[in-house]
Structure formats: structure tokens, C-alpha cells
């Protein structure tokens, strides 16, 4: 049986980028755990040989012409964007390079 | 004129019995008149509407104008509406509007249909009651204390009420049939790859599907034949000609051979659905089908796949709502990460958060190989008992839900409860395949579904087998009680 | 106690598609920023990929290029991270499935012998925006122009053993998806960018000791810095009693220090699965096959067709198909003049020194090759004696226009005329009497040299343009006969 822990939950939660405060986190750690519970009876089916289905089409990728067929429409997408300055995104400043 | 189908109003406006602009104006005074009880509509697209039906209303009268021309439609609040703001249902997405349209939306305006507005729905359609909405629930026509089903839930509830002649819907685990069944409604997902994804908001990219929401299985015909398309701009779109689904409505059923799944009429479903289910299979068996029990052994395994594979793809999905280029950012971020934790959690509700985590855990690093290779190898044990299946009979039929429709709020709870209502629906998204749900009958004064589930591609053939059971039956053509 | 250096390498190779990898924007460098940010590439909600042709093609060249397996079936995988200038939050990549599998290159080192480098794969993946750190107000700016261009990942197995090998490794790569015309091979443009991993041993210990690596260096110069800093700072550590941390290093090619980068908490859990609304891509033999016939020459083959065809050395071949733009420019030279030895020296001697002093690549060399092939003409055809053609040479340098022109402006043009010759050798006769008597006196083996004397003179009177061999010719008939 899969438990998830308050720690683990401050783990998920920085990986997702979403606030779970410590008083959440038990209570999201059980609702996360009896999911897990429901999912955790696949482990009882045999699967030994069988090939993961990433999807339901058994086909190939089709490849695209190597043509612009884009053109620029910055305004249309800054105008819905919540912050930019001279055509750039703005962002609390990067520190780590 | 809210009385009539699709396929009625359709002919009447070629006909010129009214207009487009009358037809369209009946249905917004509705929406305006009614909607408050039942919270089906996120937005409604007055100004545009009346614009698209006076230009219907000229190609009508140039004469060779399409089938659709015309049509009121409502979509569901996923699909991308180049210039009307596109919520997802999500706080997240409130404010966003996209400066483009969804492939299947294009589809649909190009033949003339006329957009009333933009349904409510689970947030990022991740629920099966519409109670995860940033908009509030929606109510059931048929009793306003009780859910609507979801996560297509607005776009269930304004055709019943008959807010509009039908809806665009998506399904990922159910969300079409399901609220089809809960709202007495014809509901179909096709086949994975028939009606592109380009432009509808991702949940789960390999399981969603865009379908119909309508009256009759005749009305869902018409509709897909303007939505479904081969769309180079989605990979995953199928490069197969679109059918004329109408063309096959007509025929008759004699030597189908109809499989019943053992596994869908076990403990959990409701004895009365049960029995409505069975009332339906003997409508087949007196036009001539054949009925055989047969067996889909990792039927139970569904829903623990889906909840591996579905959090899975929408963990990574949902990442770009991330606060920097649309969507809601949260006031003043000391930092980046303030800026990503505060935007994504004051934005995304409670059960997409839960979902995102339970996909963070199941792909993070020493649980990849047991939660998410684990269910793909299962999905695929899934597919083949359905492959298998086909290979003795024409179709599947089975109850779409276990019950009929809760009450509000007595799931909201439990999500794990929750999840269990797509215990039915979930396997097809799995394997790809077309699946619909028909009115079957009345549970405690409420509707039911049967489901039908169809080889890969097989969409004229369920609707046929939709078609004709509608030709015996009345239960599509039932009103809600209350509603005029 | 002796250490031994061990460097494995990933480059980076952008792709010179006009393309995306997944959408039809524009890859053109120097835009303003974000007019090539389509709906795709900045991630709005409902937008899907979909793959360039252009970017396999090019990945299978270098494959083929770098004698590698190319993969018949390839997956794209999401790398999921959250970083402002990556906007869907995940890098499309590959991580399981690559485009190309195993392979090798052979590298030519200084004192001539010749190393085979492993590779352990090669992979196709989009490339991530860029942060602008100039001050908006304390923010920084995001510009997404670059976001999705397709890259290369070409990932080594740590079969260097010093930055000399690792030096030589990454101009071979460079000269080949340069020679594949793959790549524009523009490092100050971030075309291609290293990351060395390094780690030190005891010589004669099988396992290897613990790796940093090194990030983001963009000219051969900067790796051979950061690789030697790096291997001393390891050194140090173990020889003090200290352990080597595994780490991400930045250096810093201006200031020359290198420093460790905050480790990034959540880095080492990127949560690859394969891309749900992405396909796995099938190339089948005939695609693989067609894209061998159409990849242009590589460095070997042309290597071999210099020595054939143009009958050059093996040392000068291999000096002059060291980099794609120098073989690319003696190739023109030689289209100008039609005198592929002069062309080869020219270019390797003065040409190369030019640029050397000047601190030029051969593409911002002043003088086209069509120029320097009209000044080996001028030379080949007796117009100019070696002397002054380099004196055409240095006024090239400064931009003064074609031999032609620049011999005009300068009356350099070499006197040939016997009449204007004769004059000049019987002026020089005439002035030095006792040196002529002399000459008439020597011996036979004494008179070359002083021949010598009389040419020089009469060099110094034309300012050297004088034909030497008809100086001689003339010279030898007026004292002799």
C-alpha cells in the first residue's frame, strides 16, 4: 500500500510549483494516498512481455515541410499577457546565471 | 421552435419557415430567460451570435448553403474562440482571450453554425458532476438539485433544457456520455483522431477526444460530419476521409451482433439502470439483432489506469499555466518561484492541484516504473480485450453510469467515489475507441443511459444503431419536467 | 602522484532549418523579440506540435556523418522543469528512442596521430528562449524568439583525456555539420555550445572519479580554458585531502574564472514520459538511403579529392579541409586563379597569418578568395615578382581593391619590356666599371654570385619591379657577350 507523507507532499509540491501549506499537507497527503490506494491494484495484474500503449493510435508520426508558415503576431499575444515591456515578458528577475 | 431537433430546425431554415436571426434570438431570450437556475453557460456570445445568423441568414437565402447553416450550437468553454474569452473553467483562465479559434470551432463556423456562447464545465475538464467549476455548478434539468454529470456538464444541461439544439463536448474518461446519460441525451466521443484537438485545452492528450452533445443520434450525425476533419496541425489527427455519417442512419440491424460485457453488469450498478439496460438490449433482439455475453477481464483495471495516465499527462500539461505570458498572475510575486507557486495555486482549484500531484508523483523518479510503465502496460492489456471482442461481435452495450444523477454535493467529497461514475466510460478513451450513450429510460424520474461502444472508425455503424433504436423508443424525445 | 584526465562532451548543434522543430515560425536570428513566438512555440492553451521533416533529415546526415546506427523508430519524451524560458513548462526531447544511436569520429592530433572518439547517441530536442537580465525595473525580460529551434544534442562517451583532444574533437564535429551544412557552425551566435564533463583519476585506476560539468561554452578557446582550469582546481582538491562534488560549473571566458552554479533543488527529477501528442517517428531505408545521397562532401572525402584532384600534399589537405570555410575558400581561389599550389600556400602562409594578427575568422577575412586568385593570376603570369605581390597582398588587407587595381594605382606592375630592361642594365653597366671587370675576369663557379650584385641594383633602381629572370637574361648577355 502506497502512503504519501506530509514530507513527500512538499516534494510533489515544489516539483509542481503549487503552494500546499503545512496545514494542507496532511490532508492533501491522504486524499493523494487513497488515490493512490485505488490505483495501486495494477499491481496485481501480470503484464510481464506486454509492450506500454503510450497511445491509442498504432501509427507514425507524419513529418511537416520545412516552410514559414507562421508570421508575427506579438501584438495579438501580448495584448493578452500579464506583464511585458519593449516586446519581452517580464519576469521577477532570474538570479541563478 | 426549441421543441425541434437539429435535423428539424435544420430543414425548416432551408426551408425558409423562419430565419436564422428569429431561430437565434429564441434561443438567447431562453438563455437569458432560464439559465440562471441551471448555470449552463460560462458566456453567451449575444453580439456574435446575431452577426453569424444575419449571415446565415444570406447564404440560406442564396440557396446551397450547408446543412448546419444557420444552427444554434453552444461549446464547451475548452474550445479555443478567436476574440471570446476561453475559461477552461478555470480562475486560471478567466481572463484569457485566445486570438485564435479551435480546428473544430473553424469547422463549424465555416459551414455557417452560429455560436450562442460557451458552456460551463469541470474545471479543465477534470470531474464528473461540473461541481469543480470556477463558475459555479450546474443543475440538472430534470432535477435541479442534482448534478448534471461532467465534466461536459453546462453543454449537457443547456440541450436538455433546450438552452440550444446541441453542443460541442469533450470526453476524456467520460465526460460526454456520462452527463449524456445524467441529462437524457444522445452523447457521442468518436474515435481517438477524428475531430481534431487542435485548439480544445488539453487534459490528458492521448485519451481526449472532441464529440457531440444532442437530442438524437440524427443530430449528432450532422454535427460531426462539420466537425470531424483531418487537421495537419494536430499529429494525432487521422488522415481518413470524413464519412457522411447520415448516409447509414437508415438501415436495419437484423443479423447485429451485439456483445454484453459481463464485467459492466456486476455489483455497483444501480438494479433499475440495470433493468432499463436490459429493456433496451430487447428492443435489439425484436429488430433482429443477436445478443452474446462476452468478456472484457481488465475491465476493473480501467479506472486505477486512468488515474495513473490521466494526472500523468495533465501534471505536464498543465505547466504552462505558469503566470508569465496569459492566464492569472498573482499580485505582486517577491520572486519567480513565489510568482509560479502563488499563480498556479490561487488558480487552479482544489481537485486539478490533486491531480497535478498525483501526476508528479506517479512520473517522478523511483515510481515511473510502477504507477505510470505499470498502467500503460495495462492499457494495452485493456485495448486487446477489446480488439479481441470485435473480432465476435458488431458492437458493445452496457449502462454508461452505474445510477442515475446525485445529488449535488454528495461525491464532491470523496473524490475516489467520483472517480468511480466513469467506471464504465473510461476503458474506450484507454483503447481509442468510439463510444456513445442513448436515453434508455427513466430512474427514479430520472434519466439513464446505454452505451454503446463501436470498432476503431465505426462511427456511421453506432450511429445507426442509435438511429434505429430511437425510431422504437421515445426516451431522447422527453422533456424535463418544468422545462416548456 | 600522476593524475589522468578524463572529458566526455555534449554539444550542442542548432539546426539550420528555416523552420521550428514543432512550428512554422521562423528561425532567422536577430529579430525583434518574440515576433517569431508563434501560438505554438509560446505554449497558448489548445496549440499542438507538429515535427519538421527538415530536422530529421539533418539529424540522419550527421548520423551517417559520424558512422552512427540511425534509429528506424524514434520517440520524443517531455523533460518537465519550470524555467521562464522554457514556456510549456517541459522540453520536447528525446531520451530513450533517440535519432542516433552509436558512432564515432576520428580526430587528428598535433603531433599527427589519430584518436577515435565514441558517441554515445545523438538526440533531436527544441531549444529554450532567452532571459534578458538588462534592468526592467528589477524584472527580466523573456524573449521566446528561440524557443523551439531544433538542436542536436550530441553526447559523447569520456574518451578524451586532455584539452587538446577535446579541442580537436570539437572542431572536427563543427568542420562536419558545417561540411553537412547543417549547421551555420556560428558560435558567437550560440550555433554550438559545449558542455564538458571532467573528472581526474589516478593514472592506472580503472574507475573513474567524480565529474563536474561545465556549461555553455561557446568558442574552442573558452572549453581549452575552462578544461585545463578545471582538471587544476580537481587536482588541487584531491591532492589537499578534499573530494570532488559533483556539480554544474559556469566559466567565464572574460574574466577567466569558473565558478560551481547554484544546484537547482528539483534537477536531478526531470520526469520524462513519452510525448502524448506526439507520434513515434518510423524512417524507413529508402528515406535513410535517399538522405545519403543528397548529403553534401564531408571533410575525409574532400580531404582526398584536394590531394587527387588538385595534387596538394597530405599535409596541405589536411591543413586546408581543417575547417569547412577554409576549404570552402581555397576551393574558390583555386576557381579564380587555376593554381591550386600557389593558392594552397598562399592561403596557409600569408592568408592565415593575416587573420591570425587580425584575430579574423576566414568569413570576415578582408580579401574574398576571388581577390586573392586575381593576385596569384597577376603572380602566375609574371605581372608581379613574389615581392611585390606581397605588397598587393598588404594593401588587400586594407581594403584597397582587386590586384588589378591596386597595381594600377600603385604603378606596380612588374617591368618585363626588354627595351625599357636594357636601358636600365646598361645605365648600371655604365656606373660600375670595376665591379663588370671583375665579373669578366672570374671564373664560371665565382660569377653567379656576382651576378647577383648587378641584379640587385638594377631591382633597386625599377623599386624592385623589374622582371628578375629577364633582369638575368639581359645581364648575362651584356657582361658575357
Known sequence: MATVKPTDIAKLAHLARIAVSEEQAADVADRITEVLNLVDQLQEADTDGVEPMAHPLDTAQRLRADQ?????????????????????????????? | MHDQTMAQLAQALQRGDFSSVELTRHYLDRIQRLDSTYNSFITVTETQALQQAAEADRRLAQGDAPALCGIPLAHKDLFCTDGVRT?????????????????????LQTAGAVMLGKTNMDEFAMGSSNETSYYGPVKNPWAVDCVPGGSSGGSAAAVAARLTPGATASDTGGS?????????????????????????????????????????????????????????KDSTSVDQPVEDYTAQLSQPLRGLKIGLPKEYFGPGLHPETAAAVDAAVKVYTDLGASVQEISLPHSHLAVPVYYVI????????????????????????????????????????????????????????????????KAQKVRRLIQQDFIDAFKQVDVIMGPTSPSPAFALGAKSQD?????????????????????????????????????????????????????????????????????? | MEWETVIGLEVHVQLATDTKLFSGSSTAYGAEPNTQASA?????????????????????????????????????????????????????????????????????????QAKRIRIHHA??????????????????GIDLNRAGTPLIEVVTEPDMRNAEEAVAFAKKLHNIVTSLEICDGDMSQGSMRFDVNVSVRPKGQAELGTRTETKNLNSFRFMEEAIELEVERQIDVLESGGTIVQETRLYNGETKVARSMRTKEDSDDYRYFPCPDLLPVILDDEYIDTVRLQMPELPEARRARFIADYGLTEYDATQLTGERAMADYFEATVKACGEAKLAANWIMADLSAYLNKAELTIAQSQITPVQLGGLITRLA???LSSKIAKQVFEAMTLGEGDADTIIEARGLKQVSDTGALEKMVDEVIANNSQQVENYRAADDSKRPKMLGFFVGQIMKASKGQANPQAVNDILKKKLEG
Open chain 2, 310 to 373: 490521466g494526472p500523468a499527462e495533465c501534471s505536464a500539461n498543465l505547466s504552462r499555466f505558469d503566470g508569465v505570458r496569459y492566464g492569472y498572475r498573482c499580485d505582486d510575486p517577491a520572486d519567480l518561484m513565489d510568482l509560479y507557486q502563488r499563480s498556479r495555486s490561487e488558480g487552479f482549484g482544489e481537485e486539478v492541484k490533486r491531480r497535478i500531484l498525483v501526476g508528479t508523483y506517479a512520473l517522478s523518479a523511483g515510481f515511473y516504473d510502477a504507477y505510470y510503465s
Open chain 3, 381 to 383: 603570369d609574371g605581372t
Open chain 2, 87 to 107: 475559461s477552461c473553467g478555470s480562475k486560471m483562465l478567466d481572463n484569457f482571450v485566445p486570438p485564435y479559434s479551435a480546428t473544430l470551432v473553424n469547422n
Open chain 2, 176 to 232: 460526454i456520455r456520462q452527463p449524456a446519460a445524467l441529462c437524457g441525451l444522445t452523447g457521442l466521443k468518436p474515435t481517438y483522431g477524428r475531430v481534431s484537438r487542435w485548439g480544445m485545452i488539453a487534459f490528458a492528450s492521448s485519451l481526449d477526444q472532441a464529440g457531440t452533445l444532442t437530442r438524437t443520434a440524427e443530430d449528432s450525425a450532422l454535427l460531426l460530419n462539420t466537425m470531424a476533419s483531418f487537421d495537419p
Open chain 3, 123 to 140: 538526440h533531436l530536442e527544441e531549444d529554450a528562449g532567452k532571459s534578458l537580465h538588462e534592468d526592467f525595473h528589477g524584472m527580466t
Open chain 1, 68 to 97: 514559414v508558415t507562421e508570421t508575427d503576431q506579438r501584438e495579438a499575444f501580448q495584448a493578452i499577457a500579464p506583464a511585458v515591456e519593449d516586446g519581452l515578458y517580464l519576469v521577477p528577475r532570474v538570479i541563478d546565471e
Open chain 3, 40 to 112: 505554438n512555440d509560446l505554449a497558448m492553451p489548445g496549440t499542438l506540435p507538429v515535427p519538421n521533416e527538415a530536422a530529421f533529415r539533418y539529424a540522419v546526415m550527421f548520423g551517417l556523418a559520424v558512422n552512427a546506427e540511425i534509429a528506424k523508430r524514434s520517440v520524443f519524451e517531455r523533460k518537465n522543469y519550470f524555467y521562464p524560458d522554457l514556456p510549456k513548462g517541459y522540453q520536447t526531447t528525446q531520451l530513450a528512442e533517440p535519432i542516433v544511436g552509436p558512432g564515432y569520429v576520428d580526430i587528428e592530433l598535433e603531433n599527427g
Open chain 2, 415 to 484: 473524490p475516489v467515489a467520483m472517480y468511480l461514475e466513469d467506471i464504465y466510460t473510461i476503458a474506450t478513451n484507454l483503447a481509442g475507441l468510439p463510444a456513445l450513450s442513448v436515453p434508455c429510460g427513466l430512474v427514479d424520474n430520472k434519466p439513464v443511459g446505454l452505451q454503446i461502444i463501436g470498432n476503431y472508425f465505426a462511427e456511421a455503424r453506432l450511429l445507426n444503431v442509435a438511429h434505429q433504436f430511437q425510431q422504437e423508443t421515445d426516451f431522447h424525445a422527453r422533456t424535463a419536467p418544468g422545462i416548456d
